[in-house]
């Protein structure tokens, strides 16, 4: 039998790792139930029109696809298998597909589900997504995004709040130098337009979307292969050359986009929301115009977000943006939304980096009790039943080992306090605890246990 193992991009995760995960989730959730977000689920599985053609050509190919049941086959396109067409082939053997991200699901939950919401609609979605990426550091095959969205308001304040749940949540998690970065595709629609190619938006922030991995250089490599002529590429230099300042680059982009309508409200839009966040106490130092910003998404139609970490080898923890018309494509018109997304394991991968955690989250039981014996854990089970119902995380060993075995594994679990209760504690009403990082042991009343402990 060969050995086992599990798929590249894919983790399993220990006890130690997930309390440090819960220990994100937990922050984040507390945040957006704070803001008024409410939670939904929806399937791992969708239908494979729901997913394709929402997040661009190339994010169409990193769908993983779900072969269809029994003799898939029989059912099969045989002239596309004869012709090599693995794109045709796929779409006939395939009719389902795991979920790319949360919002394409959401927007079919809220048009599946409109009678019964109320609009604006705000709902927060913490669930597993797959994507057939090269795996790598920070990046996986299956991860993890928490979400929030608002639907059916076409208000900027929602932007404003957006911004707010970020630096929250940022800052609760201790994450330092984060960087939230803005732009509004209504800049880059207008840009597209000005430079002569306003039927080629996508293509260009397709492109222009790559800038931080591949350079300036293949940027305008791949802008040329994607049919952009030297003039046009031309008019993007001085984009690229814009001055890492938000005020600055600002003034100069209205005076590139001057003339052009929707380039000049991306501005405005994009500038209301930066005042408001300054008003609210948002640290400035921590926003970020970026004008080359494009989220790589082709639903985006309004401002988008993404969140860097200074000092921090890993990408973009967290992203998002504004839709004008996601809903319309699965049959209702008209429904703006806007939404972010925390990526959580990216943040782990940051906080793991940077040495983080708190040193709550390596604690995973308070207290454990040591077994002596029949008598004894009898005695013992029923005081734990009294300190968990008051929310003490507590056990007992399960057998009467020796005291070394018990005491290694206490050690092993990070547990740092050790109750040690024989015949005479019995009789007495004490309890012996060991602080297991001191080596102290002090004789504590039964009834001021948890005072102690706390």
Do not use: H
């Not at 454990?368 to 013992?380: D, I, P, S, T």
């Not at 060993?397 to 019995?426: F, L, T």
């Amino acid at each position: 039998m060969s050995k086992p193992s599990i798929l590249k991009g894919t983790r399993d995760f220990g006890p130690e790792v997930m309390v440090k995960r819960n220990y994100i989730f937990d922050t984040i959730r507390s945040t957006f139930e704070r803001f008024g977000f409410l939670p939904i689920e929806t399937p791992a599985m969708e239908r494979i029109e729901t997913l394709t053609g929402k997040y661009g050509e190339e994010g169409d190919q990193l769908i993983f696809k779900i072969l269809n049941n029994g003799d898939f086959l029989s059912k099969a396109d045989q002239e596309a298998i004869e012709q090599g067409d693995s794109k045709k082939t796929s779409f006939s053997i395939s009719k389902k597909a795991l979920r790319y991200d949360l919002t394409v699901p959401f927007a079919r939950f809220v048009v599946m589900n409109q009678s019964a919401l109320s609009f604006p609609f705000k709902r927060y979605q913490i669930q597993p997504v797959w994507r057939g990426d090269r795996p790598g550091r920070g990046r996986y095959q299956e991860f993890y995004q928490c979400d929030v969205d608002v639907v059916g308001s076409d208000s900027l304040i929602n932007e404003v709040e957006l911004i707010q749940i970020f630096d929250e949540v940022l800052s609760n998690l201790s994450i330092p130098n984060f960087k939230i970065k803005l732009n509004n595709r209504k800049i880059l629609a207008g840009l597209a337009e000005k430079i002569g190619a306003g039927d080629k938006m996508t293509e260009m922030c397709v492109a222009i979307d790559k800038l931080d991995k591949i350079g300036e250089e293949k940027v305008k490599e791949e802008l040329q292969q994607r049919g952009f002529d030297t003039e046009q590429i031309d008019g993007l230099s001085p984009v690229f050359a814009l001055p890492n300042n938000t005020k600055a680059a600002l003034e100069m982009m209205s005076e590139t986009l001057a003339g052009n309508e929707l380039g000049e409200k991306g501005l405005e839009e994009l500038r209301y929301v930066l005042s408001r966040c300054e008003q609210l106490g948002v640290a400035q130092e921590s926003l970020e115009f970026d004008p080359l910003l494009a989220r790589g998404l082709n639903y985006y139609t309004g401002a988008i977000f993404e969140v860097k970490v200074e000092g921090a080898s890993v990408g973009s923890i967290c992203g998002g943006g504004r839709y004008d018309d996601l809903t319309g494509i699965f049959g209702l018109p008209n429904v703006s939304g806007v939404g972010i997304s925390f990526g959580a394991d990216r943040i782990y991968d940051v906080l793991e980096e940077l040495n983080l955690f708190p040193a709550s989250t390596k604690e995973t039981v308070k207290l454990l009790f040591v077994n002596f014996g029949e008598e004894e854990a009898l005695y013992c089970m029923k005081l734990l039943r009294e300190l968990r119902a008051k929310g003490l995380r507590a056990e007992i060993y399960p057998s009467a080992a020796k005291m070394a075995k018990q005491m290694k594994y206490a050690n092993d679990k990070s547990i740092p306090y050790v109750a040690v209760v024989g015949s005479r504690e019995m009789e007495t009403g004490t309890i012996a605890v060991k602080n297991m990082e001191t080596g102290e042991q002090s004789a504590v009343e039964r009834n001021e246990l948890l005072e102690f402990l706390a």
